[in-house]
């Protein structure tokens, strides 16, 4: 059997003659796969959550002197790190991926006289776009420019 | 054609008897062509007259027979029985108050429905002899899409928004509202709007698409509620640059 979903969703703001069984949830939502990526994808602001401390304790150890940083590098050599940082590379794929797709088709109909481009372009610069911010952070970061 | 048996598990619920939704079980021998609907009123024929469940049109038209079958939302006049293993659970909406069996008490959508003004408003009612409203083929592209919704509520049913948040009025009502926003015609696009940045409506949807993924007639509900989000904003910035002050 179902189970209930919060009592008042969907219930006038009078209540009928008849009494009404309260509204429950759809059986099984939690094995769908639909469902469960939705889970995921709301999951991932867990994930998103953690990369914060994680980034609160890099400016802490930037702060602190020479010591604290080269104990922070040393500490995120450890594989448990390496790990969650391969969690979140996938989890901002994954949500990317997920915002690009719904993007396109939340486009008003048109801006004033101006109508948005074809949903395919708006998808491909949504990725070109991607690529091209990823390519930049990774020659500053790689020291290749600047 | 050869006949089949199918084991059908209905949620049963009689509010002068039941304290809550019980399940009953029923063999009933199936055709290969036969949709949901069909077993369901085969149940009702032949079997067990008692079962409650609407329907009418048997076209996905009338938007009546919508129910959760094998845990999804589904128009059973739409969905091929075929596509169903050997035992299949058919429950009524989910996220929708039960008041019999498979039927479920619709007049809290109807009173979100009216919330948003679903009709064409005008600032001044054009004259008779002025005629009639010409739209072209590009203005009625902009909201036909959206006028197809047949309001069989499993949107409803599938949006975890409404499962968690009674007073969010949910994506038919918005993609209703959103088509006469979006039709030439009408000049009620600023009331709408103040409705739309209200409690309870366009951001308060998380976007889970859900009530896309289900949605029968292909109305894209969420691709309505999120160009409404857009609407709403660009409506409220334009209020601070003419007479209405940000409004």
Redesign the interface.
Known sequence: ??RP??P??????RP?R????????????YT?P??LK?LLFDATGIVYLLVGFVALRVVWALGSGDAAWAELLRQLQNPLYIAFHVLALVSVVFVAVRFFS?FP???????GPAKPPPQPLILAGLYAAWIGVTLVVTAVLAGWVL | MSEQKKTFVV?R?D?DK?Q??R?QTYEVPVQPDWKVLDALNYIKDEIDGSLSHRWSCRMAVCGSCGM?VD???SLTCKDALSDYGDKV?I??L???????DLV??L?????KLKSVKPYILRAKERALEEGTHRQSPEQLE?FKQFSYCINCMLC??AC?V?????EFI?PAAIALGHRYN?DSRDEGQHERNEIFRGEGTVFSCS????CS?VCPKHV?P??AV??A???AV?DWLTGFVTTRGGK
Do not use: C
């Open positions: 059997m179902a979903v919060n008042h969703a969907m219930t006038p703001s009928g008849t009494r009404t069984a309260p509204p429950q949830a759809p059986s099984g939502w769908q639909r469902m939705y719904l088709k939340s486009q008003p109909a048109h801006i | 949620t619920f509010p039941d809550a939704p399940q959760m845990g999804k939302p659970e429950a009524p989910a996220n929708f108050p039960i008041v019999r479920v008490e007049e809290g959508f109807l009173e902009e409803y049913s975890p409404v499962a968690n948040e009674p949910g979006m976007y889970a698409n859900e993924e894209d969420a691709a999120n160009q989000k857009f609407n660009i």
